[in-house]
């Protein structure tokens, strides 16, 4: 509230300042007068050319010359209440212009009083806003949609989440269409909030072209905006669906791939006349349609991959990385009293040998049929675990589901036609208990385990894993009472790994390995100390520790001008979200004088990558200040390629689990695939266990660019990679 104290500033003067006033303001400006019934008395140009109202059109009116069908009532109640009682207040209204077109219109409301609290005028500020809200809108759009392909959420959900969006920000009784069509150029899918109104027929005659569904009568390259339907030659060949749908202006935009192919069409179908503006032109074209594209062609390809590096594609039985991602996603809960089993067919080589690899592919096949058909009433999981076994799960909780004799003699009891002969077999069984103290992971070695006693057997064996678990538990305890001593001591160190150009075999960096020998427990294995280290919180010490006996190494070949290399550390989960992490990397570095170029932090792909955007600015941080990341492990979790263009990583690391099976075609098309996703990202591609020649072949052939594994050098203590490389100088120089 404002009051003016100059007894001889009258009321004329106050009118005269606030207009003279108002001309000098970069935002619109109206002045309302209480004693002539709270109309406009003054407007300034601003205000007149954000409306396209004349200064005579405005005058003597009210406000609610801006409003129109979709402007919030209730809200514009407040805005006058304001005026009315001398009340000061800030909002924003949807507002139209003289044209009939919209915009968000912020209000500032500021009541001028005298000394007696009269109110004389109300100077209202106002501001168009709408790009700023829509840039907002796009935002809040943009993370609710990388949120749901992280979620894996259906093409559906995502696309409607788009249409929903766009439906709200013109306010207007409007219909938001996504049609995808095919390399044919034929409709497949329709989506969004018109998919409600129109049957799928009629989408392809009235928006393709007749019913040939050609496309070339209605979608080129361009953006098509038609303000009136019923003047174009559209309206008399549809009529009957024009006017019952009551369907008046189209705007549209066709939606490309990456190689600038149409994949579809971006539609709003509105019942009134709407021309877009300048910003409905770039709302559209430049950031809903490319929205979209994105949003399919991240669902394609995670799904393809998703396929590829979940899926037998000989069997069609989902294979053993898509089992215990089934497993860990969908039945971590109730897992008590619940069991696995391992089967493989004694005869399995055998079959092979007479009919082939697809012969193996059947009988594994049929088995699991077979076991589907007689356990029908319960809920069977059933993947392939090896060339020659299938792995099952069962969630239920009781004993139910555990096999005895009589349901392996049922399983046994026809044979197995197989190139229309009648094949007998029978069958090895290893089997685990899954509950709290055996989780999944350990549950499937100790069923490995079982198995490999069952092959030992004659006929068909079923072996239950008997090793009692106090053994595994009473190791872990040990761990967990030596880390924090270990860590005293400075009992852990590292082994630098080379990674290696597949092409010239010359190395160019490597990556730091923890290693840990305790004089109480000998050397102990990362996979047992790093989970224990994780649960403990003691992992980021262990971290440092690494890190720190890294940059004394570098720090000495810096200081004895030898070669500098750039070295991998491997980074937890806690320590990378450590609010303080990037700091204390950058307080380390400077300590040791190492030029940050030499670091790069390997990032596991089950680091939690869901938190785009704090995983973002972290990587973003370290690369302003000089240091590299990398993904780590990459293929093994399921979110991958919705962050990956997200997050500026330099580096992807394909996991050793796909190169031990590089052989196996489904593995050899996933690591083709991401070898050429990263070549299109401009990232490196790191593959790592490469252990014999063949693997190295073959990656050299798919155009990987570095290797690691035991085929080129094993881990090696800091000395031993000073020996190696001063070796390798030393040949150099003699050449």
Request: charged fraction near 25%.
């Amino acid at each position: 509230m404002y009051k003016y104290y100059n007894q001889n500033f009258d009321k004329d003067d106050m009118y005269f300042w606030l207009c003279q006033m108002a001309r000098q303001f970069e935002s619109g400006v109206v002045v309302i007068n209480p004693a002539k019934g709270n109309v406009i008395d003054f407007v300034n140009q601003v205000f007149i050319r954000m409306t396209d109202y004349s200064e005579s059109e405005l005058i003597g009116k009210k406000l609610n010359i801006l409003h129109g069908p979709l402007t919030d009532v209730l809200n514009e109640d407040a805005i006058q209440e304001c005026i009315e009682n001398g009340l000061s207040f800030t909002t924003s209204s949807y507002h139209y212009r003289k044209d009939g077109s919209t915009f968000w219109n912020e209000i500032s409301i500021l009541p001028l009083k005298d000394l007696d609290g009269e109110l004389q005028y109300c100077l209202l500020m106002m501001k168009d806003v709408t790009d700023a809200m829509k840039v907002d809108a796009l935002l809040e759009l943009e993370r609710n949609i990388y949120y749901k392909l992280e979620n894996g959420d259906p093409l559906e959900y995502v696309l409607g989440e788009i249409c929903n969006h766009v439906e709200i920000t013109f306010r207007n009784q409007c219909h938001c269409t996504i049609i995808l069509i095919d390399e044919n150029r034929k409709v497949t899918e329709v989506y969004g909030g018109s998919t409600k109104t129109f049957e799928m027929t009629k989408y392809q005659a009235f928006f393709m072209g007749n019913d040939s569904h050609d496309f070339s009568l209605s979608l080129d390259r361009k953006a098509t905006f038609i303000k009136n339907i019923k003047s174009t030659i559209y309206y008399e060949q549809y009529k009957h669906l024009i006017d019952k749908e009551n369907i008046v202006s189209l705007w549209g935009q066709p939606i490309f791939n990456k190689e600038e192919e149409v994949i579809g069409f971006f539609s709003i179908y509105f019942e009134q006349e709407m021309e877009p503006q300048a910003t409905d032109y770039k709302f559209i074209i430049t950031n809903v349609a490319p929205i979209v594209s994105l949003a399919v062609k991240y669902y394609n390809q995670k799904n393809a991959i998703h396929s590829l590096a979940f899926y037998d594609s000989a069997t069609g039985l989902s294979n053993f990385e898509g089992f215990k991602s089934k497993m860990t996603a969908d039945w971590e809960a109730g897992m008590e009293n619940s069991y696995l089993y391992i089967i493989e067919p004694s005869e399995y080589q055998n079959i092979v040998d007479l009919y082939g690899r697809q012969g193996g592919d059947k009988i594994l096949v049929k088995i699991a049929k077979r076991l589907q058909n007689i356990f029908a009433e319960h809920k069977l999981f059933i993947a392939r675990y090896t060339n020659s076994a299938i792995i099952i799960a069962s969630k239920l909780k009781n004993s139910d589901l555990q096999f005895t004799q009589a349901e392996i003699d049922h399983l046994l009891f026809e044979p197995y036609c197989i190139n229309n002969k009648d094949v007998f077999i029978t069958l090895k069984v290893g089997t685990s208990k899954v509950c709290l103290e055996t989780p999944i992971d350990q549950a499937i070695r100790q069923a490995d385990t079982a198995l490999s006693i069952a092959l030992k057997s004659v006929g068909t064996v079923i072996k239950k894993f008997e090793v009692e678990q106090v053994e595994s538990v009473a190791n872990e305890m040990n761990v967990l009472a030596n880390i924090a001593k270990g860590l005293r001591k400075d009992e852990f160190m590292p082994m630098l790994q080379p990674k290696v150009d597949i092409k010239t075999g010359e190395i160019n960096s490597f990556e730091a390995l923890a290693r840990w020998i305790s004089p109480e427990l000998g050397f102990v294995s990362p996979a047992l100390f790093i989970p224990v280290a994780e649960n403990t919180g003691n992992i980021s010490e262990i971290d440092r520790a690494i890190f720190k006996k890294v940059l004394q190494w570098q720090k000495d070949r810096q200081e004895n001008n030898l070669p500098m290399y750039q070295v991998s550390i491997n980074i937890s989960p806690n320590h990378f979200y450590h609010p303080a992490f990037v700091e204390n990397v950058k307080e380390l570095i400077e300590k040791y004088g190492v030029e940050p170029k030499y670091i790069k932090f390997e990032i596991t792909e089950s680091i939690e990558l869901d938190n785009v955007m704090r995983a973002k600015k972290i990587i973003n941080d370290l690369m302003r200040y000089g240091i590299a990341t990398s993904i780590d492990d990459f293929g093994v979790g399921y979110s991958s390629l919705s962050y990956l263009q997200e997050l500026p990583f330099e580096e992807i690391k394909i996991d050793k689990s796909f190169v031990d099976n590089l052989a196996d075609p489904r593995m050899h098309a996933v690591i083709k695939t991401i070898i050429h996703l990263s070549r299109n990202l401009n990232m490196r591609c790191v593959a790592e266990g490469i252990e014999t020649e063949e693997q190295h072949k073959e990656l050299l052939q798919l155009g990987c660019n570095s290797g690691q594994g035991y085929y080129y050098f094993k881990p090696m203590p800091l000395h031993e990679v000073d020996e190696l490389l001063q070796k390798k100088a030393q040949i150099q120089t003699q050449t």
